[in-house]
């Protein structure tokens, strides 16, 4: 069975340019979370998507947006680039309540 | 208080050791724990689930759950350099939501 894949693997984004990383979850899976992965901050929740619906959205500006397609795949947008938005986004896919998620390679995103 | 604590390490352990790495969590309401392992450069990785008190043990790791103390762990046995990496706390508190805690980096000496 395919693992979660994110795409792309790196970006390196200009400060008030906007950017969008894409998720494909483990097939079956239809909960699809993001996280961003800072050294300082850990893991920090952003979103949870379930059959396109945004269940819970993290304590993150409403630059950070997301969805979810009717295959469950996902998409997160970040628009206005911030200098601190440089990080490790991280897309995990379950099959939901109260399962355990399962992490892509991540998606490494440097604003310059 | 954040919601899931760890001691960040790094903990130090000899090969062929005993690793125990603690978790507590401040929501009483929680449901479901789990443990990661993250190597440096790569993302987390499932490494168990415990949903209810007592232990469960998966090869040489051992996840224990005390509800009431709101208090999780995991025991790596014969610890091997290969398990050098930071181990999330991971709970599910409800409300469609994993909280993690910031990790504990483990280092096994060869």
């Known amino acids: 069975k395919a693992g979660v894949t994110q795409t792309p693997r790196y970006l390196i984004k200009t400060r008030g340019q906007q950017v969008t990383l894409s998720c494909s979850p483990i097939s079956g899976h239809r909960s699809v979370s993001w996280y961003q992965q800072t050294p300082g901050q850990g893991l920090q929740f952003l979103f949870e998507?379930?059959?396109?619906?945004?269940?819970n959205k993290g304590n993150f500006p409403g630059r950070f947006s997301g969805r979810q397609f009717s295959n469950s795949r996902s998409e997160m947008n970040v628009s206005t680039l911030e200098l601190g938005d440089s990080a490790l986004y991280l897309c995990?896919?379950?099959?939901?309540?109260?399962?355990?998620?399962?992490f892509g390679n991540g998606t490494r995103l440097t604003v310059t | 208080q954040k919601e899931v604590e760890q001691n960040s390490g790094p903990l130090s352990v000899p090969e062929g050791a005993i690793a125990s790495l603690n978790c507590t969590y401040s929501?009483?309401?929680?449901?479901?724990f789990f443990w990661y392992r993250q190597y440096s450069g790569k993302s987390p990785e499932l490494i168990m689930s415990i949903y209810s008190n007592g232990d469960k043990e998966d090869g040489r790791f051992t996840a224990q759950l005390n509800k009431a103390s709101q208090y999780v762990s995991l025991l790596i046995r014969d610890s091997q350099p290969s398990d050098s990496a930071t181990y999330l706390c991971a709970v599910y508190t409800g409300g469609f939501k994993t909280i993690f805690g910031a990790g504990t980096r483990l280092f096994v000496k060869a």
């Open positions: 929501d009483r309401g929680s449901q479901s």
């Open positions: 995990a896919s379950s099959l939901g309540f109260n399962s355990p998620l399962h």
């Open positions: 998507y379930f059959s396109e619906t945004q269940r």
